[in-house]
T-cell receptor, first 114, second 110 residues
Framework: DAGITQSPRHKVTETGTPVTLRCHQT?????MYWYRQDPGHGLRLIHY???????DKGEVSDGYSVSRSKTEDFLLTLESATSSQTSVYFC?????????????FGSGTRLTVV | KNEVEQSPQNLTAQEGEFITINCSYS?????LHWLQQHPGGGIVSLFM???GKKKHGRLIATINIQEKHSSLHITASHPRDSAVYIC????????????FGTGTSLTVIP
């Protein structure tokens, strides 16, 4: 069973519609992150969570919201999708010590807004 | 302004060559992470280090805290090493966030 599962893997949606991406982990990691990856940019942080119901904004949070009601799940919602939100979205988790201190990444979700 | 800079952006090498990818950062760090992303693929962790050197197979990562610089070396490069290599720095003043370089795209030609 994969440590981190992102769903869906691919999605095409229309401008103005809400979209929710899901990240599910079985690592029991405390920290979870949503990043977007675009050509010419490094991974950019959208939002992150440091525990259940504890979230904070990253550098590109406008137009996105998140929720974490359980340790395992971190949801990213695009309130009203725009073409500028066409991107590959990665979820990552991180533990709090030792070998789990580094990131574990999901496989990514390719989102196209038309 | 990017706190983490990588060089080169693109690198092409012949199979068997020794490869070096560089990462520099502007402020103090708690840890540095090297990651690998294959075309169309996910991102995997290669190394986490906060001092010295780590080795895994043909990959070696070093860090010089005083010079604010880390390198990733690949010995006896192989076409399957073709990927984007990303460094991410956990800056000392940012708590729980890593800052990412824009990546180095490596192509190893047979």
């Amino acid at each position: 069973d994969a440590g981190i599962t992102q769903s869906p893997r691919h999605k095409v949606t229309e401008t103005g519609t809400p979209v929710t991406l899901r990240c599910h982990q079985t690592e029991n990691h405390r920290y979870m992150y949503w990043y977007r990856q675009d050509p010419g940019h490094g991974l950019r942080l959208i939002h992150y969570s440091y525990g259940v119901k504890d979230t904070d904004k990253g550098e590109v949070s406008d137009g996105y919201s998140v929720s974490r009601s359980k340790t395992e799940d971190f949801l990213l919602t695009l309130e009203s999708a725009t073409s500028s939100q066409t991107s590959v979205y990665f979820c990552a988790t991180r533990g709090t010590g030792g070998m789990s201190y580094g990131y574990t990444f999901g496989s990514g979700t390719r989102l196209t807004v038309v | 302004k990017n706190e983490v800079e990588q060089s080169p952006q693109n690198l092409t090498a012949q199979e068997g060559e020794f490869i070096t990818i560089n990462c520099s950062y502007s402020v103090g760090i708690s840890a540095l992470h090297w990651l690998q992303q294959h075309p169309g693929g996910g991102i995997v962790s290669l190394f986490m280090l906060s001092s010295g050197k780590k080795k895994h197979g043909r990959l070696i990562a070093t860090i010089n805290i005083q010079e604010k610089h880390s390198s990733l070396h690949i010995t006896a490069s192989h076409p399957r090493d073709s990927a984007v290599y990303i460094c991410a720095a956990l800056l000392s003043n940012t708590g729980n966030q890593f800052y990412f370089g824009t990546g180095t795209s490596l192509t190893v030609i047979p």
